[in-house]
């Protein structure tokens, strides 16, 4: 079963997102007892094998403050606190990233463009590249993902090496550009089956996937339209259900809310932080600073194509719940020399 934070109900396994408020769900927590009320019309009665009767009313803890608000996860509702998205790698996680000495530049007489780029991420972890323009951030996720040869280094996806066995590991990840990379003459669904053809998905399952990712990112009927109509944030959209449709183990994002109106930037949010916490893992790129502290477990800077250092975002809030991570940034690692 799958929680949603936001209406308090049981859904499906297969309800990646609400069909009510649109919000991301998460694995439903042992013994957890649903807040809301299921839409009758869309969900089954779940049953529980101990029913208890609801109390009646509920205490003033419970209540959520507004109607925007989060509603609590049981273990918040228990230590009557703030409640948390999940943060972090999962119990007994497996590296699903492994990134070691990676060098790469364009040309022989050109400067190095990456230089000792070392870092992991493990499953139901979200790292974040941070640094300024030009210092290397899409061209460590280029190689990352393949597209790039490098020049020393290596590179690992779930324990496929990226060189050595390409097919395998490019199986397992699925990769949003900057630009927006699709077939324009397509329409938004042939792209995607033709996506779902490519990583063999099959008829049913791409199917249950597509109403999912809708759900999500909610395209809606312009799916059905040339990729070429789309505006901007439209084309970021489908960029980001195609490469989705494989439900791969390693999502990559590069600079992945450019072009998004808030409310898709908030589904996607939560839709990240519910898809690493099935176990996956995320690697993107970004110059909102607020978002990468806002989802990251960890963030690695780059600086002129070197990495500078690697944060623990969880272990800083918890040692200064004020950090301001922009002025970190700023001060530090974000101006040129």
Known sequence: M??????????????????????????????????????????????????????????????????????????????????????????????????????????????????????????GEIVGLLGHNGAGKSTTLKCLEGMLPFEQGEIKIAGYDIRKQAEKAKARMGFVTDNHATFVKMTGIQYLNFMADVYEVPTKLRLKRLKELDEVFQLGKPIENLISSYSHGMRQKICMMGSLIHHPKLWILDEPMTGLDPRTMRAVQDFMHAYAAQGNSIIFSSHALNTVAKLCDRVVLIRKGRQVNELDVGAIYARDPNFDFEEYFLRNEGQEE
């Open 2 to 123: 799958r929680y949603c934070t936001h209406c308090g109900i049981l859904l499906e396994d297969h309800a990646i997102a609400c069909p009510r408020c649109r919000y991301a769900t998460i694995p439903a927590p042992a013994g957890i007892r649903p807040f809301g009320q299921q839409p009758v019309s869309t969900m089954t009665v779940v049953q529980f094998p101990q029913p208890q009767p609801r109390p009646q009313p509920q205490p003033a803890a419970v209540q959520p403050a507004a109607p925007q608000q989060t509603v609590p996860q049981l273990a918040a509702l228990q230590q009557n606190e703030q409640p948390q998205p999940h943060r972090g790698r999962i119990p007994n996680a497996k590296e699903v990233v492994s990134v070691k000495g990676l060098y790469k530049r364009y040309s022989r007489k050109a400067a190095w463009a990456v230089t000792d780029v070392t870092f992991n991420c493990y499953e």
